[in-house]
Nanobody
């Protein structure tokens, strides 16, 4: 059974950093595409970043490029999202999602991932 558990969210001041974790079970992060999405009330879901299962290629939204870094640890079977220079508009619930389809990362922001975690809240505020 595929399970995803996010952690690492919290309250941070503008300009600060957070590192989110997505602990996976029931599959290997080396063989599934894993992505981070975020959502705020009244706003649609936004794809933030994705890492492919095969070669570990990484993909970012325009808002994440240059500030966020996605990575994975095979031994811990965990995917991370390092977020630097956080802005108030980054405030959202962040979810990780996984899917075995190797083509999903190419259009990850619009793809329907098979499995989702419960989310972790990130709040950027003074």
């Amino acid at each position: 059974q595929v399970q995803l558990v996010e952690s690492g969210g919290g309250l941070v001041q503008p300009g600060g950093s957070l590192k989110l974790s997505c602990a996976a079970s029931g599959f290997s992060v080396a063989s599934y595409a894993v992505a981070w999405f975020r959502q705020t009330p009244g706003k649609g879901r936004e794809g933030v970043s994705c890492i492919s299962g095969d070669y570990g290629n990484t993909y970012y939204s325009d808002s994440a490029k240059g500030r966020f870094t996605i990575s994975r640890d095979h031994a811990r079977n965990t995917v991370y999202l390092q977020m630097n220079n956080l802005k108030p508009e980054d405030t959202a619930m962040y979810y990780c999602a996984a899917d075995p389809d190797p083509l999903l990362p190419l259009q990850f922001a619009h793809a329907n991932f098979a499995s989702w975690g419960q989310g972790t809240q990130v709040t950027v505020s003074w």
